[in-house]
């Protein structure tokens, strides 16, 4: 299946961006924390898909990131917009609105015998694709263990603010 040709790449592009844009009263919803998923089957990571279009994606991602982080209620107590790309897996990508202090700052611990993220210095995804944006950019490499399975991935965050990653 992945070794498929990837047909109306450009439609499919312009209908993921439209679907991204401007998500329903997200800050209106009740939690500890409201996950917004990329709408998407995952056609955007495969192997054939344009490197030019997976860009496209994660600029308007990264956009509508910035979009929300800009418009939290005053009167929302705690709130925190926080972006992720998951690379090279962007249909894992979410955004992350936080409702709750202690859950935000106990988030970003994970470091276990299951899961660690190692934080990446020096590298920059938004400056390797060349998308420009004010937020913040912090990235890890995640590295996910079992029995019998071990997964590997980047995942950026894009926020208005520093991480709690003491």
């Given at each position: 299946m992945w070794n498929k040709k990837v047909r109306g790449q450009r439609r499919k592009l312009k209908a993921l961006l439209k679907a991204i844009e401007h998500p329903t009263?997200?800050?209106?919803r009740e939690g500890q924390c409201i996950e917004l998923s990329v709408p998407s089957t995952p056609w955007i990571e495969m192997p054939k898909t344009y490197g030019k279009v997976k860009t496209e994606f994660c600029r308007?991602?990264?956009e509508e990131t910035a979009i929300l982080a800009d418009s939290i209620?005053?009167?929302?107590?705690?709130?925190?917009?926080?972006?992720?790309?998951?690379y090279p897996q962007l249909w894992n990508s979410t955004i992350l609105i936080f409702r709750d202090e202690e859950y935000y700052n106990s988030?970003?611990?994970?470091?276990?015998?299951?899961?660690?993220?190692?934080?990446?210095?020096?590298?920059?995804f938004i400056r390797e694709r060349n998308?420009?944006?004010d937020l913040n950019e912090f990235g890890f490499d995640e590295v996910l263990k079992d029995e019998d399975f071990e997964f590997h991935c980047r995942i950026w965050f894009y926020t208005k603010d520093d991480l709690p990653l003491n």
């Open positions: 009263a997200p800050f209106e308007k991602w990264i209620p005053e009167d929302a107590g705690f709130c925190k917009v926080v972006g992720s790309i998951v988030f970003w611990k994970r470091d276990d015998a299951y899961q660690i993220w190692t934080p990446i210095e020096g590298k920059s998308i420009k944006t």
